[in-house]
């Protein structure tokens, strides 16, 4: 458990002195700022278009930074050789790997944090004030932690596997087409025939259902989510981001170090 | 070593590549001037609709659609003000932007109010498509059932633009059991149930509108209307004292000066302009010379 | 109780598209490593010895055979508390300084904080680093990365020392300081086991050697006595010898350098070593000086490995086996 600590303190002051990083957050406040003009050229969407940009930038960059980072988590460790001194010593490979995870997630809880204050900056200093419903774009900024939970483990179970470059375009892959699963499984039964059915029903429970966590428009139109769904949605990413971190460790344990 | 090697010191090709670059830059602003002149205006056109359906699109954005319907709407302003100031009598893009953006955002008010206000208005102030405007409206109403409002933009259609009394009075009243609904919607479904087209029951709707509304644009759109209301009531009055000069007198009136001195007037009367108002060649009542009343508001 | 125990220690590689081809990287290893040894693990490149470390360290699993470290079983975590192990090429993170990597390590060792700072104060001062040790990592020369791989390697004050090349890449006072630092473990009772390519470190430091070729070992023992198996012979060096004595002498004599006005005469040790001096008296010859020569490890690596490699071209076993136990 110490260790586990250990290593995620170490991944985090890693992650933190990527300079990329501060350039996506930097990037991110502005076009949050952005959004106050953007409803001086329009008609009718001041707040909305905050609410709008604000989080889908929050879950965009969120994203880059889940991915670049991710993607060389183990990846690094095993082409820069670090790892053969890290296992030299008393480490269990699976704490190896729940560090990295737990480290990398502290860090983008941190960054998002960041994001998040600068949106309510601009919330407020487009309102005037900030009222009590306005926490319920908290709501959305939880459901897209959620998301990058497991994306992370998406990115770092593929890390175990192969290059950057690899890993950067199967995460990203998977993110898409999890946003799509409904569409899939909806052609799937449309097209008639059993087999597209039951594929396209098995793509479904398979890969990450990243749906599942899209409430940014409804919440930017004022409506807040049913705390059913806050439930529901955090076991299943509870659940998606323990098994592949089990599989991550499953591949980490049999790998060797040439 | 060959001759070419001995011509090239490090100082000459960096002079050479600084000539290269400012002079390409230089020449690349005509020719794009030039490109932009040949492909020019048909280009603009087909760059807003680049995406078939809203529903594609929808899928495309990942969780993003909100912001998407926000770019869609803002583009359908822009769209709309840019063909307002060149006088355009047609705004064929203006029904496809709208239904992309409450594709993405069903719950996108504004798209649905004044995307209707856009498309029902005559031209040149609108497309002057009240039809399609009724179903934005109808789509707005299904995705949001309960939001009175929409009923009200309906029932405001059919009333000015398309003169349908019943449908408007109809309108007005499923409006009006919507919750949260103004209580001057029941008085409009009688009012216009029971007089249709006057402009007693049109000076309520614009003065309902006037009260509503959100900005600085639709508000003095409205104090014009009823202005022009006030002035068309008037001039209803005048007219009818000009008549009965003119059974009394056996001959019709000059000017209004005519009528003071047989006690029906109390002064010149003027309209709510501040202008006199004068006596038109075919004997009726008109607005003066100068006059800020805009009468064809009412057509 | 051994420090290292191997019993048939053995690694395949598969390589090719459908992982058909073998390549056994280490054969059927059997040693042992007794406590506060300094044992040398000798090969050519390739040979093997990065391999056996790996195994030991539980970086790489064995295709067959078993070892012990300190009495544990490989796959035991708890065991890598009592090791260190300096990597060959040693990487670390760029962006920590010395002082933080350390103190890394440490914490993953587990020890406490005023340990910490204390060991790692202690370390830095005795690699030569003092000083450095807020600097980040990436400005670090070789020799100095060198010198923070023995440091972790030592922070957790292990048993036993696993060195993979710990001269590599260091100039020759940076060799001796390895040299001298292996030396003041073996004092402090520790274990230190090595690998390395360069001979003369080994010859130095040694207590016991192994020598691997193509994943076979060759031949694993104490180093006096391997070296003492080595044909020896004696050196003369005679002063300004006069032609009929160099004549005289040379059936007896496998090799005769002239330097300056000195002669360099050596008589391998199956000659009569009496004889030849008994004729240099006679012809009143002038001996500047007698040395006996000993086999250096070079040359017994050298005719070992030659022969072995003779051998498997000849396709025969290779049986040069020379057992000694501590």
Redesign the interface.
Known sequence: MRRISTIAWHTFKESVRERVLYNLVVFALLLISAAIL?GS?????ED??I???GL?SI??FGLLMAIFIGIGLVWKEIDRRTIFSILAKPVHRHEFIIGKYLGLMVTLLINTAIMTAGFYLALAYEQRTLHWRDLVALQAVYFILLQLAMVVALALLFSCISTPILSAVFTLAL??IG??LS?IRWFGQEAGSALAMNLTALIYYLLPN??N??V???I??G?PVPSYLLVSNSLYALLYVSILLAAAILIFEEREFR | MTSEGRNWSPSRARRTCWAVLALSFLALVPLQQEVDRQIGGQRRIEELLYVPSGRLLR?LC??????A??IY??RA??YFGRKRIDRATRFDLLGPLLRITTDL?P????AYR?GAIFLAEKTPWGAGRPEEALELLRRGIVANPGYWRLWQDVGFIYYWDLKDYPRAAEAFRVGSQQPGAHLWMKAMAASVAAQGGATSTSRLLWSEIYNQA?NESMRRSAAEHLLALQAREEMDQLNALLKSYQDGAGRPAQSFRDLVPAGVLKGLPKDPSGVPYVVALDGHAGLGPGSKIDLTLLQ | MPAIQTFDLTKDYFSGFFRKRLKRALDRLSLQVGEGEVFGLLGPNGAGKSTTLKLLLRLIFPTAGRATVLGEELDSVAMHARIGYLPEHPYFYDHLSAQELLNYAGELFGLDKATRRRRIGDLLARVGLAGSEDSPLRKFSKGMLQRVGIAQALVNDPELIFLDEPMSGLDPLGRREVRDLILELKGRGKTVFFSTHILSDAEMLCDRVAILNRGQLLGCGDLRKILSLGISATEIVLENPHADLMVKLQPLTSRAIRTGDNVRLEIPSDRDLTQVLEIVLREKGKIASLNPLKTSLEDYFLSTVSDATEQARRGRNIDIRLEGKP
């Not at chain 1, 050229?41 to 969407?45: D, H, L």
């Open positions: 953007f050229i329009s008609v009718g969407i909305v278009i609410m709008n940009l889908s879950s965009v993110y898409m946003n799509l569409d990243f749906g966590f899209n940014i428009s409804q930017a139109q409506h | 899928r990942l969780g993003h659609e909100g912001l319907a926000d709407w803002t302003v822009q955002d719950h996108l008010m504004v004044f959100e």
